[in-house]
């Protein structure tokens, strides 16, 4: 069963005239003028290496100490 809605063939056409439109980065889409679009990105991208890093060296540091003890 289809439940799409019917389109009459000028909503078609006005249709496949908007998807062909090349992208106007001139004037963006109104999303991009919120202000979560605007504001850089949170801590999250700092913390991220740092935990990273630190459970590294707690994996390295427990290798070295369970290789030791025979």
Known sequence: MDTRE?????EE?????????PEDYEHPEPDET??????PAG???????????VLGLLV???LLYSGGAR
């Open 34 to 39: 919120q202000p979560e679009a605007r504001r």
């Open 60 to 62: 390295a540091a427990m």
């Open 43 to 53: 801590g999250m991208q700092r913390v991220l290496p740092i935990v990273i890093v």
């Open 13 to 21: 056409r006005q249709h496949l005239k908007e998807v062909r439109q």
């Open 6 to 10: 019917s389109q009459t063939p000028e």
